[in-house]
């Protein structure tokens, strides 16, 4: 049978890398037969990446949506519903930053950060929870960052998101233990993705690549079903980038 992995913010870093990962493993992993839900704002991001997990032999499928919207969040999930019939998992890994001193940061700034790393990762995930309660089965990973416990100068409303992100992985968890789902917290240091933007190779070998996070990702959804990887603290080998 199909497994239904949708995957937030895919057309890009982390979340591209976790999708090609689940893809690679179609024709390596016995049994497994998924069809990889792609989604974020850029059409043309999505398109590619569906392209690359085809050419792997996965079944991929694009939905362009903004996650800080709740039309587009029940969208998302009625269409996946009406078409494949379930959702197994969620990848909870759109997010965004803006990185600046306290002083410097604007309300626009906290609500745009807010809108999509709590609003859009709490409404999606309550929906999808719902499936995964009544049919008692699914694994949900939240790709919060070392962020969700430890404070960086630059980056509070971020950090208040994450920390925010991770009360709801504690929160959803309490539920997810009495129906047999799986929520597993991944919490990277920093990763050289597009979120850095232009990254000076100095900087760059400082940092994880976004493989180094989808590769344990996809080994903890591949873990037999009794067990739930419940933490992944992945760092740099030196450790976090001074702020
Ligand atoms: N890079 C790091 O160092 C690092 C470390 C720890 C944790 N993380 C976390 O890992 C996750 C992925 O980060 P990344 O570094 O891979 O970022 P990225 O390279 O900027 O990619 C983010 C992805 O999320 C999508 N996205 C952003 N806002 C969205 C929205 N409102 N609706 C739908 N999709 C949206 C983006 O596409 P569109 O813009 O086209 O929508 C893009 O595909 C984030 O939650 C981030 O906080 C990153």
């Known amino acids: 049978m199909k497994q239904v992995i949708i995957i937030t ?48 032999g996965a079944e991929a499928d694009i939905f362009q949506a903004n996650i800080a919207d709740t039309l587009q969040i029940d969208l998302l999930v009625s269409s996946t519903l009406e078409r494949y019939g379930t959702i197994d998992c969620l990848v909870n890994n759109a997010g965004v930053g803006r990185f600046k001193p306290l002083a410097e940061l604007t309300e626009e700034d906290f609500d745009y950060t807010m809108s999509i790393n709590l609003k859009g990762t709490f409404f999606l995930t309550q929906r999808v929870f719902a499936v995964m309660e009544e049919k008692r089965s ?13 404070a960086f100068k630059s980056s509070s409303v971020y950090c208040m998101s994450k920390f925010g992100q991770k009360g709801l992985v504690e929160a959803i968890r309490l539920y997810a233990k009495t129906c047999n789902v799986r929520i597993t917290n991944v919490m990277p ?22 493989e180094d996070i989808s590769r344990p990702v996809v080994n903890a959804y591949f ?21």
């Not at 913010?9 to 591209?16: E, N, R, T, V, Y």
């Not at 240091?189 to 976004?210: F, H, I, Q, R, Y």
């Not at 873990?223 to 702020?243: A, C, F, H, N, Y």
């Open 223 to 243: 873990m037999p079903q009794r067990t739930s990887v419940e933490e992944l603290v992945l760092r740099p080998v030196s450790g976090d980038i001074p702020d």
């Open 189 to 210: 240091g920093a990763v050289c993705t597009p979120m850095w933007g232009e990254v000076p190779d100095n900087m760059k070998s400082l940092m994880m690549m976004p």
């Open 138 to 150: 699914g694994h949900i990973f939240f790709i919060t960052s070392i962020a969700a416990e430890t």
């Open 9 to 56: 913010g895919a057309g890009k870093g982390i979340g591209k890398a976790i999708a090609l990962d689940f893809a690679r493993a179609t024709g390596t992993q016995a049994g497994f037969d998924p069809v990889l839900i792609l989604v974020s704002r850029t059409l043309a991001d999505l398109e590619s990446v569906a392209a690359e997990c085809r050419s792997y």
